[in-house]
């Protein structure tokens, strides 16, 4: 049953890359949408879900919040590594950006999306109600998630080709997710743990680079239209979930 549920998470995933593939001429608005799903994403679902899952405490912190800084910063330094290590070959980056970070952001979406998979899994196996409600919650976001991973390895100066692979990998990687349940239990303060770190990636991704960039050559309001809703769709989605 949950492997049948992912594939509606597989075909969401495709339809949110097939929307940003079919919007290219207006990639400011592509990438101010993207910006507030992914904000949505990190504060309205991955934070609180990281916060209830991982409820140890390190120094007075929840370990969730300092994983969280530590995925923002791991993020940043992932990226000036790999701008490093192009500059120091000669390589030049596509128009200021490097298509490593791209991939390497989209790759991070697509072991989330397999982690989606298995907390589809993981519900059906405590019961049939709480596996619908997580569906429910998966499948609306994933069409954010495909739409993200399109453009954050497009935006990157990646070809064209390399977005759509890493959008078919991200359709995929929930039916796996889902699958690998029927082997594994995953403990949930591992779940946390990996919420928050990789909810700190996603914001900085966000913050430092897709909103720059979107605000960038097209300061118009409706830019900044696109990227609030964007944030008020997710919100939306969590709220219909709970």
């Given at each position: 049953m949950a492997v049948f549920v992912a594939l509606g998470?597989?075909?969401?995933?495709?339809a949110g890359g097939w929307t940003a593939h079919r919007v290219t001429d207006r990639r400011h608005l592509v990438l101010g949408l993207a910006g507030g799903l992914m904000l949505g994403?990190?504060?309205?679902?991955?934070?609180?879900?990281?916060?209830?899952?991982?409820?140890?405490?390190?120094?007075?912190?929840?370990?969730?919040?300092?994983l969280f800084v530590g995925g923002f910063l791991l993020a940043h330094l992932v990226e000036r590594l790999l701008a490093h290590r192009q500059a120091?070959?000669?390589?030049?980056?596509?128009?200021?950006?490097?298509?490593?970070?791209?991939?390497?952001?989209?790759?991070?979406?697509?072991?989330?999306?397999a982690m989606d998979g298995v907390a589809i899994g993981a519900a059906f196996q405590v019961d049939g109600g709480m596996g619908t409600a997580v569906?429910?919650?998966?499948?609306?976001?994933?069409?954010?998630?495909?739409?993200n991973t399109y453009t954050l390895t497009s935006a990157y100066g990646n070809a064209r080709r390399r977005a759509l692979t890493m959008l078919v990998a991200?359709?995929?990687?929930?039916?796996?997710?889902?699958?690998?349940?029927?082997?594994?239990?995953?403990?949930?303060?591992?779940?946390?743990?990996y919420?928050?770190?990789?909810?700190?990636?996603l914001l900085y991704l966000a913050a430092a680079e897709i909103l720059p960039e979107a605000h960038h050559a097209h300061p118009a309001r409706s830019t900044l239209l696109?990227?609030?809703?964007?944030?008020?769709?997710?919100?939306?989605?969590?709220?219909?979930a709970h």
């Open positions: 998470a597989f075909l969401m995933t495709l994403v990190v504060g309205l679902e991955l934070l609180p879900e990281s916060l209830e899952a991982a409820d140890t405490e390190l120094y007075g912190v929840p370990a969730a919040l300092l120091a070959h000669g390589a030049k980056e596509t128009d200021g950006r490097t298509p490593e970070v791209g991939l390497t952001a989209a790759a991070a979406m697509v072991g989330h999306s569906a429910v919650a998966v499948i609306a976001h994933d069409f954010a998630d495909g739409f991200d359709a995929v990687a929930p039916v796996v997710g889902a699958a690998s349940t029927l082997f594994l239990t995953l403990p949930e303060s591992l779940l946390g743990g919420l928050g770190l990789f909810g700190g990636a696109c990227t609030i809703a964007g944030a008020l769709f997710i919100w939306l989605v969590v709220g219909a």
